[in-house]
């Protein structure tokens, strides 16, 4: 089992960066693809990114493609998301998930995927 904690939202403006972490427990981090998703008010919860075990493959929701970037470093037991650009639209509560299977770009962005989940960390973007 791993836990999970997510780290480093806040309140930014539009245009603005934030850096998320999700630390995780465990000495089998890197058997888990990792993966991001946001739940804003009245919706539902949605995919952002996932990263393969290794760190090799990468997979984005349109929405976030060219502004957002998950690296992890299993060295840390460490996931971490990169936001830049952050629109109003951004905002919402974010979650990392572990998945103990391996990457598959047709399961990533399903939520039912990830085995472990964090408690999420709240982004704000004002306009």
């Known amino acids: 089992q791993v836990q999970l904690v997510e780290s480093g939202g806040?309140?930014?403006?539009?245009?603005?960066?934030?850096?998320?972490?999700?630390?995780?427990?465990?000495?089998?981090?890197?058997?888990?693809?990792?993966?991001?998703?946001?739940?804003?008010?009245?919706?539902?919860?949605?995919?952002?990114?996932?990263?393969?075990?290794?760190?090799v493959i990468t997979h984005y929701a349109d929405s976030v493609k060219g502004r957002f970037t998950i690296s992890r470093d299993n060295a840390k037991n460490t996931v971490y998301l990169q936001m830049n650009n952050l629109k109003p639209e951004d905002t919402a509560v974010y979650y990392c998930a572990a998945d103990r299977a391996p990457f598959l770009a047709d399961t990533a962005a399903a939520p039912t995927q990830y085995d472990y989940w964090g408690q999420g960390t709240q982004v704000t973007v004002s306009s």
């Open 10 to 55: 806040g309140l930014v403006q539009a245009g603005g960066s934030l850096r998320l972490s999700c630390a995780a427990s465990g000495r089998t981090f890197s058997s888990y693809t990792m993966g991001w998703f946001r739940q804003a008010p009245g919706k539902e919860r949605e995919f952002v990114a996932a990263i393969s075990r290794s760190g």
